[in-house]
């Protein structure tokens, strides 16, 4: 499956019985020896009366993760395509938190993504007092940054042109800084209107995707914190747009998109 390019193989664990480890994750990860994919997502029983399902998230280095928003859309989709649930509205265990996604008529999921936290001890991030821009040293210079959780680390900055953004180098850099303990995801916001964002983002334990959904909503958070976007907000990736909604301080945030299924198929750990 995929949310607009940021793509996922997807595993059914309520129907047979799935061991997972960060080999096996790395394996069906690789794009030329295994299926190929940013993230590997598990879909599992709920260990709590209150949820619907637990949803777990792989990275392509093996490294279990907080939160996906992309994946959020396509879990959704994928446990009421295969009948596991006749409800539209889920409640989903993460590492990360409860989400809420929700399956749209017109086959879009919206997803309540929780309540973006500054705090940069939940982040985590080392810092002596919460601000609203951080600076960063690195090898390029210093680099002004504003951290927040959106149930997963990310570290957003405001640039003239993300298609100039040094990604790829200071990307990494970022994601690996000493200051977060965790990693980060480090996100590139270009600011077209009040309502309009463009964005890249260097994923922890991936490198660059062509879209992440927890980075829209972090950088729509982070640029409502700094009065630079209204509530409503077109987020314009590599691989298409997403609608975020946050309303500010206290309530949830809202990302809605598309989840889109490619194939279905069977793998031989064997091959390995």
Known sequence: MHGLGNDFVVLDSVRQPLVLGPQQVRFIADRHRGIGCDQVLVVEPATRPDVDFRYRIFNADGTEVEQCGNGARCFAHFVYDEGLTKKRELTVETLGGVIRPRVEQDGRVTVDMGIPNFDPQVVPFKAARQELIYTLDTDGGPVGVTVLSIGNPHAVQFIADVDGAPVASQG?????????????????AEVRSRHKLRLRVYERGVGETLACG???????????????????????????????????????????????????????????
């Open 214 to 272: 927890t980075g829209a909503c972090a950088a729509v958070a982070a640029g409502r914190a700094r009065d630079l976007l209204g509530e409503r907000v077109e987020v314009e990736l590599r691989g298409g747009s997403l609608e975020v909604q946050w309303s500010g301080n206290g309530h949830p945030i809202l990302m809605t998109g598309p989840a889109t299924r490619v194939y279905d198929g069977i793998i031989d750990w064997n091959a390995e």
């Open 172 to 188: 990494r850099a970022i994601s690996e800084h000493r200051r977060f303990p965790s990693g980060v995801n480090a996100g590139y």
